[in-house]
DNA sequence: TGTTAAGCGAGACGGTACGTCGCGTCTTAAT
DNA sequence: ATTAAGACGCGACGTACCGTCTCGCTTAACA
């Protein structure tokens, strides 16, 4: 019977929380600022989303690139295309520098880790459906762990990026596919 | 005529950040309540730190357990030897809670970026000895980055602890050992 | 052509905000919760009022006894019968309690101010008649200034219960009508 | 042991609360306004006075003029001197126009209401002086109820100017007198 | 006897102020 | 000179009401 949650306003302030997620980082992003350059209320922020994480939550849903599967014919052709799509969008650009925040978050926040699992797995899904399609291609074993393959061939490549925190060259990403390939086909 | 800094007060507060650190996390580690805790003034924390970021790097550090290269006679021996121990100390325990804060912290903080470069360092000053004794054993090529290499072998294991956040078995880190030991001698 | 306002909603909402009155005073009384007890929306409120300072004015009185003047042949008589209905009902009821918040409010509500005259006009009117009346009897002067008359008789049992904030007892109120009634006639 | 509170950011606060409390009333004070104009940071001025009321409290004791008992020689000398200096300072002042607040915010919080009952304990403390003088003088009886008396002389000046709204000329006063005075020497 | 404009409930909206928390700096007295 | 204690300026938090504004729905007066 009410009128409905403005979306224009929804739409405006998560811009705005998103611009400031990559500008100033998580734990820089106040609601009072958001609400400044928005020119939404704070207390319409509030109530869209109940808390700070909350908005943050969405605001880094805005900033993903949501990549399907590729399907080049080949495992080695796939996961070359998949991840050179992260190198290209999420390591390379504006998540990278959040997902760190994310994964601390996380630690305490169960929304936070509900987020960070929802990011996981649509990436793993992803990751699913190219080895399902070496496996029918007979490429792979049947057999494998599908979370251990995936953790030995993502697993190098965000340890670099995010842990490491060193750059994530096209070198170092061939390198780690050629001995985890090498590995899983023996 | 001056009186020496308080080695005791210094102990104090560490060792009560440190356990606010493991209870709360480090967003919720505030210096009122380390300094109510420890019963050292506020003042005194950042005569000897200068900001709480500071405090939080060596409070990380007494909780990280500092093991050394083991020798068993082969590269599969010392890398379950090494995880084992560090899925016992650091990844199980409280450092697996900790690192993501110092991941997120370190995007923002030279300081703390150099604190996780010194801790990823030791980790693999250790990592470089036991391949250099599988090099000289035979057991792996020269030739072999080692950059790439440990990335390969660490990366799974990091990954699945700490941004995957799933609990560490023994037979991941063996799967994952397994995959990876047939890819680098194929 | 249209739907004429609903007098039962401008009643309800009326009936709480008198209760509201009575129970919070007038600085904590809200608008939106007048309208939720009431039933009655808020915009509905609004539309009958157009702020809360009028509504608060109606309010107010709804808890007003319009008295009328005594004639019980004498002036004291009459001042007891008419202060004796004061006391059991604005001065000891809710009125005494609301009387302070509209002088306050007087002082920068225009509206108000016209309120609170129209309150004591009305008493004040009832006075003038009281007095005309022992005028007439011979009791009183012809030349004593009505309103320095009123103040005399008035002011002292007002000061006593608004200002003071002492219970009005019947000594109390006989002992100043004696002093008064005494210079008066002196 | 620890640093006491500033004597310098209290007197400054509470000058500025003093000053906006005349030029807005009560209801507009707000803390945020005090803390900007007299440059003492919000928090420590929660530090001082834990709620706005409080702050209240203590601006309106810095607007009272307090002032001592005269001693003319008669009673009429004394009452007038008396009222003379409340005409000039308190009432005409801006303490008329923050009474009725007192009053108002009295009737909700008991802080409020000791603050008035001061307020009315000192003005009385000195009516009892003038009272006794002239009890001494033989110029009033002995057995008159102080607070009746009082009430009697002061209501009806204070009901003209607080309640009435009216301005308290020196006929009112004079007229008010001439009759308690009489009624109280019959 | 429909039509239809206003009234209505619900509640979202942009604001302003609230009172609280933690930061990093400072002052003071005591050791 | 260093410490414990804690006050200080600052900036952000999340909340409460204000008075305004849509929303659909209901309903009485007019055509």
Redesign the pocket.
């Known amino acids: 019977?009410?009128?409905?949650?403005?979306?224009?306003?929804?739409r405006?302030a998560l811009v705005a929380a998103s611009d400031l997620l990559v500008e100033r980082g998580v734990a820089?992003?106040?609601?009072?600022?958001?609400?400044t350059r928005?020119?939404?209320?704070?207390?319409?922020?509030?109530?869209?989303w109940?808390?700070?994480?909350s908005l943050i939550v969405d605001a880094v849903n805005v900033n993903l690139e949501h990549v399907g599967p590729p399907d080049t014919g080949s495992l080695r052709g796939d996961l070359e295309a998949f991840f050179g799509g992260m190198i290209r969008s999420d390591l390379s650009g504006n998540v990278a520098h959040i997902i760190p925040c994310l994964v601390e978050a996380a630690g305490r926040d169960p929304e936070m880790a509900s987020l960070l699992e929802r990011i996981g797995s649509e990436r793993e899904r992803v990751m699913k459906t190219i080895v399902a399609q070496a496996v029918e291609r007979g490429e792979l074993r049947v057999d494998l762990d599908i979370e251990t393959l995936v953790g030995v061939i993502v697993g190098p490549i965000v340890f670099q990026k995010v842990v490491r925190r060193r750059p994530l060259t096209e070198e170092y990403v061939t390198a780690c596919l050629d001995i985890a390939l090498a590995g899983l086909v023996a």
């Open positions: 019977m009410a009128r409905p949650r403005s979306e224009d306003a929804r405006k820089h992003l106040t609601i009072d600022e958001v609400a928005s020119g939404v209320a704070k207390t319409t922020i509030y109530r869209h109940p808390e700070r994480t």
